[in-house]
T-cell receptor, first 111, second 113 residues
């Protein structure tokens, strides 16, 4: 969805390096969700952010939502082959149930 | 919990045939979503159920698509007749309430020849 821009579209990173993926909306978000998808599999829920300035971490993955609640970043520290996949952000912008989705960022980890 | 269960995982059918995709949401979840994912269009919401009732089916492409949820533990998405442009991965997702995180099934990869 062009309403939710993800960047970069793809990323090749040397194993052990850090990386950041961004998700940007032109409108304020009620909630921002990060998912990971491996080829041929469903989306795996990673984290949900709701408050401006909120930051959550799970293992080596940290996600932040900016104060204006219009941009989120996903940061991976010391990347591993298991981090490879497609990362998608989803967001709800109003009281509606429906999430809008970014196009995804394909992450490749080089050994 | 086994998570969201979908069947079949793969379906290959000929144009014009009827296709039925099945989904069992996570027990206790009251919201169910059907999505379609393609390279060209990404992830698209087809229909959303809340407490077994269809709330919004505006994403359903056309009358060839229909979805039902006869009870809290089962939903179907039917395509009749199928067309090659329906080829995609179809995901079912459920959530505890509509605004909470959604949990996705493994998807059904549909190929219509």
């Amino acid at each position: 969805s062009q309403e939710l821009e993800q960047s970069p579209q793809s990323l090749i990173v040397q194993e052990g390096k850090n990386l950041t993926i961004n998700c940007t909306s032109s409108k304020t978000l009620y909630g921002l969700y990060w998912y990971k998808q491996k080829y041929g599999e469903g989306l795996i829920f990673l984290m949900m952010l709701q408050k401006g300035g909120e930051e959550k971490s799970h293992e080596k993955i940290t996600a932040k939502l900016d104060e204006k609640k219009q941009q989120s970043s996903l940061h991976i520290t010391a990347s591993q082959p298991s981090h490879a996949g497609i990362y998608l952000c989803g967001a709800d912008r109003d009281s509606n149930y429906q999430l809008i989705w970014g196009a995804g960022t394909k992450l490749i980890i080089k050994p | 919990d086994a998570g969201v269960i979908q069947s079949p995982r793969h379906e290959v059918t000929e144009m014009g045939q009827e296709v039925t995709l099945r989904c069992k949401p996570i027990s206790g979840h009251n919201s169910l979503f059907w999505y379609r994912q393609t390279m060209m269009r990404g992830l698209e919401l087809l229909i959303y159920f809340n407490n077994n009732v269809p709330i919004d089916d505006s994403g359903m492409p056309e009358d060839r698509f229909s979805a039902k949820m006869p009870n809290a533990s089962f939903s179907t998405l039917k395509i009749q007749p199928s067309e090659p442009r329906d080829s995609a991965v179809y995901f079912c997702a459920s959530s505890l309430v509509s605004r909470y995180e959604q949990y996705f099934g493994p998807g059904t990869r549909l190929t219509v020849t």
